[in-house]
């Protein structure tokens, strides 16, 4: 049999041999002999900078040199979620198809509108896309899509874990399905992904309808060694005239940090720029040159693009203190270690951040993990007694330890995303009947859990008069309204997500200040902002507003109630920990104490046969044992039975007048399940881009169908009773 190599187009060889490779790797030959050997669609999974572009790109470009098509049109089409990562892969590609004299045109936003002028007029070679210039591209040229894409061979999906789970996810495979359906065949699918939970939900994300053929490459071994700790603090000790915390773990960064490349995940954007504010005050202390930089999404394009040149040259060290903008596969070479400040939300993430560690052969990869515990006194909260924050990570570094991740949620309706694309396929065609459009999305797109009726609903809510995105001819044709072609016409159309909406905290006639929210809020829950504990009074979606009343239940908690869904897994591992006389020996003294104090606490609880201990002559705190969707689910249940209720992770804090006796009538009553209405008090319901359009039920379908389980509700009532 012939090696993978012997089957690259001379060119591409050319190229090989250039890199000075011995050989190509395990991954690359694997996956050359699937794409030059068969038409079946391809996963290859691997590290990030495991060698998963070439293993895709080496192959189909050299089946486009040895057997052209003579056909016009993109040889190939290529997706990724980031205008950089594209830019990147840009770079890199030019240098294997210079010599091929293969065209590679990157698109987004930030490329001149000369290059895709070139590039419509005579389509070929390699066309490097957005999800949202690809959707604008359809909008705006629907027509010339055969003539575009006709000589398409394949569409490669980087970065395929990152969209999943998500509307953007929805939205490209909404793209690709109406791609393969103007051009009437299928185009071969090959997806890069660097995290998979499982690999055959990918599967099925790739090809719906035959996820059985779809072939995987999945890196062997488990990359570099890893070497972590785990290093606890803790806040608001005034009788200590040491550092605050935050002092110290900024000193710990800049003692072991510089003079290297590094990334540190900060969280929001303000820790950002505090960490960043004191490592650069450090650095002209001492009187050394500056070397960490902050890097989030509303700093600046050339800002960012600064940050991200100085990591790649090598030559000068360089530390970002960033958000999540750093954690996809944008090429900034190999970094020394990376640092996570306080509980990341899902395992995946942060094998995703880790995976920039320790590319080098012989290097280890390095992950510095920092959790601050507010210091307790006799009016703490019970869930920083558990210390929460400090047990999720130990879950998460656990989970990642056994190489699981969270896989994908099935079953969401995407409502959001769905009156996008009825938008978008509108305008695409400048018309179309609706059984047509549900045929198109629903049938043969991304939305086949919509069903023909929830479908009518959708087009009578954009039909409404006060909404006027859609209307219909007398031939039945759907068209633009006058607020859809508005809305379709603005650039800031073509995406489908959007950061979590800013709701404004008011008291008393007097704003408090802003607060994303992602997940469901409902009257009578207690939020935590800017150090105090509020009781939600009102929650008014189209305004975003809060109306809040200050609670008097005790200090609030440092952590709990963040947004962001924790998996049932993560959840479950956190009891195990609680619950365990483990001691991990990547934890240092401090974070040993911490975990100690949270099992002492958390034996003090008492839970006993079932999941539920008295805290207080009001207080009662369940246990729930599971993720934070079933958790919001009882949550809701109990504030339509009258309870006041606070999430955190795997547990509910519960306030009633009259005691725990009403509490457990409550929960057996919703374990002989009998029916109950969570939306009693008006949760908001608006957490996507285009929710706004929609009505109270729809609404209600899409959160029942992602963010609530009331399946579970039952069986989760009866293990809290025991």
């Not at 060889?13 to 690359?28: C, P, S, T």
């Not at 899509?145 to 969209?163: K, M, N, Q, W, Y």
């Not at 773990?249 to 820790?271: E, K, P, T, Y």
């Not at 899902?346 to 880790?354: D, F, I, K, M, T």
Request: glycine share 8%; charged share 25%.
């Amino acid at each position: 049999m012939s090696t993978a190599f012997d089957k690259l187009a001379r060119p591409i060889q050319k190229w090989v041999r250039a890199q000075g490779w011995r050989e190509m790797r395990d991954i690359q030959a694997r996956a050359t002999h699937v794409l030059m050997d068969s038409d079946a669609d391809l996963i290859v999974a691997a590290s990030t900078a495991g060698g998963k572009t070439e293993a895709a790109f080496l192959p189909l470009l050299s089946q486009i040199l040895d057997d052209p098509s003579g056909i016009s049109g993109f040889d190939l089409l290529y997706v990724a979620p980031l205008k950089a990562l594209i830019t990147d892969q840009a770079r890199r590609l030019d240098d294997i198809c210079r010599e091929a004299e293969l065209p590679v045109i990157p698109w987004h936003g930030d490329v001149p509108a000369s290059v895709k002028t070139r590039a419509i007029k005579r389509p070929r070679g390699v066309l490097l896309i957005t999800p949202e210039s690809l959707e604008a591209l359809f909008i705006r040229r629907g027509l010339e899509l055969p003539r575009l894409f006709g000589a398409t061979r394949a569409v490669i999906l980087d970065e395929l874990h990152s969209v999943l789970d998500s509307e953007r996810g929805i939205q490209i495979r909404s793209l690709l399905a109406r791609l393969e359906q103007s051009l009437n065949r299928l185009i071969r699918r090959v997806g890069l992904s660097a995290t998979l939970g499982d690999m055959e939900l990918a599967k099925a994300y790739l090809r719906p309808d035959s996820p059985g053929e779809v072939r995987e490459v999945v890196a062997a071994g488990g990359g570099a060694e890893l070497q972590l700790q785990l290093r606890g603090y803790v806040t608001g000790d005034n009788d200590d005239e040491g550092p605050s915390a935050t002092d110290a773990i900024a000193l710990h960064l800049f003692g072991h940090l510089r003079g290297s490349d590094n990334l540190v995940f900060a969280g929001a954007r303000q820790a950002v720029e505090i960490y960043s504010d004191r490592l650069r005050t450090l650095c002209e202390k001492e009187r050394l040159p500056q070397e960490f930089y902050p890097h989030h999404a509303s700093l600046s394009r050339d800002h960012r693009d600064f940050v991200e040149r100085r990591l790649k040259d090598g030559n000068a060290p360089t530390t970002a203190i960033c958000t999540s903008t750093l954690e996809l596969g944008i090429d900034i070479g190999d970094v020394t270690c990376v640092g996570q400040i306080g509980a990341p939300f899902s395992v995946a993430s942060l094998r995703q951040r880790l995976g920039r560690s320790g590319r080098r052969p012989g290097k280890p990869a390095i992950l510095r993990q920092y959790v601050v515990e507010a210091k307790l006194t006799p009016t703490s909260n019970f869930s920083d007694r558990l210390r929460l924050g400090l047990v999720r990570a130990v879950a998460m570094i656990e989970l990642l330890l056994e190489g699981w991740c969270e896989p994908p949620k099935r079953g969401a309706l995407h409502l959001s995303t769905l009156v996008h694309q009825i938008l978008s396929v509108i305008a695409q065609r400048g018309g179309i009947h609706a059984q047509q459009l549900y045929g198109m999305l629903c049938q043969k797109g991304p939305f086949r859990q919509v069903d023909t009726q929830p479908f009518l609903d959708v087009l009578r809510a954009l039909g409404h008069p006060e909404t006027a995105l859609i209307e219909q001819a007398d031939d039945g044709l759907l068209l633009l309204g006058a607020m859809g072609e508005k809305l379709v016409e603005h650039y800031s159309f073509y995406a489908v997500f959007q950061t979590p909406e800013e709701y404004r905290l008011i008291s008393g006639g007097k704003e408090l200040g802003t607060l994303p929210i992602d997940n469901l809020i409902a009257p009578g829950m207690l939020l935590i902002f800017s150090g105090r504990r509020w009781l939600v009074l009102e929650v008014h979606d189209r305004d975003r507003v809060i109306m809040v009343s200050p609670a008097k239940a005790g200090v609030p908690p440092l952590f709990g109630g963040d947004p962001g869904n924790i998996h049932d897994r993560v959840i479950e591992r956190m009891l195990d920990i609680l619950e365990d006389q483990n001691r991990p020996i990547y934890m240092d003294a401090t974070a040993l104490e911490l975990l100690e104090e949270a099992r002492s606490h958390y034996a003090q609880l008492q839970f006993g046969p079932g999941r539920i201990a008295q805290l207080g002559e009001n207080a009662t705190i369940l246990a729930t044992r599971t993720g934070s969707i079933r958790t919001t689910t009882l949550a809701l249940a109990l504030r339509a039975a009258g309870f006041t209720v606070q999430t955190h992770d795997g547990f509910l804090e519960v306030f009633g007048k009259d005691g725990t006796p009403l509490l457990i009538d409550a929960l057996a009553a919703l374990a002989s399940g009998e029916a109950v209405n969570l939306f009693t008090h008006s949760p908001n319901l608006v957490f996507e881009k285009f929710h706004p359009y929609l009505t109270e039920a729809l609404l209600q379908q899409d959160a029942f169908s992602a963010r609530l389980d009331t399946a579970a509700l039952a069986e989760l009532s009866r293990s809290i009773l025991g």
